[in-house]
């Protein structure tokens, strides 16, 4: 799930300490690592895009980490509806039309999270072992959420943003008799605090440092790292 990086429009969060357009210039390196992450994980890889128009934005991203072959491998979908609820459902439901499930969508911005883990919970999709997984974040949201087939309700009256996020999403899944398969908890980066533990991570894990080169490089030029 990816929205273009705009200034003014993505992670604004960040900004400040950041500019508009250093947010939306390390949204861009987010994305990029994460979508490169994703295809180790041995799995297609769609990227729901919005705007409707920010698809050029996003392909042009891709190209700090892919080749041209690698990025003409994706399939992409618009996102459409309101909320995210709404906007997961609407997405969930074309991709299974397409053929492709089970499913797992990841935000765009995680960018350092190992592909074992994306791939683990979709070995458990195709084992049979769960109906809906869900990656907890420490502020009581979710990073990931899978489904092995279409889930309506699943994401009913969820407050986005909010602490409540994991607990609602979990709750619904019981209410439909959905088993859920918890992943390991991880976090993503949408505040000052969490791009200081993005910066940390990447000061001293070279294996992180693999996972997100792009971002990397950001953080060379805006942030050095120690």
């Known amino acids: 799930m990816a929205k273009a990086p705009r200034a003014g429009e993505a992670k604004t969060r960040l900004a400040p300490p950041l500019t508009p357009e250093g947010a ?20 297609a890889v769609v990227v729901a895009y919005a705007p409707a128009d920010g698809r050029a934005a996003l392909e042009e991203a891709l190209r700090l980490t892919l080749t041209e072959e ?12 309101g909320d995210l609820g709404e906007r997961l459902e609407g997405v969930a439901g074309r991709a299974f039309e397409e053929g492709f499930g089970p499913l797992l969508f990841v935000g765009a911005d995680s960018p350092t999270l190992p592909p074992s883990c994306l791939a683990a919970a979709l070995e458990m999709f195709r084992r049979g072992r769960a109906d809906v997984a869900l990656g907890p974040t420490e502020d009581g949201g979710y990073y990931a959420v899978g489904m092995q087939e279409p889930a309506a309700g699943l ?72």
Request: with cysteine; charged share 25%; hydrophobic share 45%.
């Open 70 to 81: 690698a990025a003409g491998g994706l399939h992409w979908l618009e996102q459409c509806g």
């Open 155 to 226: 994401f009913d009256s969820v407050e986005w943003s909010t602490p409540r996020a994991y607990d609602q999403t979990a709750r619904n899944a019981d209410r439909l008799g959905l088993r859920v398969l918890e992943l390991p908890p991880w976090y993503d980066v949408d505040t000052p605090a969490d791009l200081e533990r993005l910066r940390a991570e990447l000061s001293t894990d070279e294996a992180a440092r693999r996972l997100a080169p792009a971002t990397c490089e950001w953080l060379r030029i805006f942030l050095p790292l120690v």
């Open 24 to 43: 939306a210039r390390l949204a861009a390196c987010l994305f990029a690592d994460t979508v490169s992450s994703a295809l180790g994980a041995g799995a």
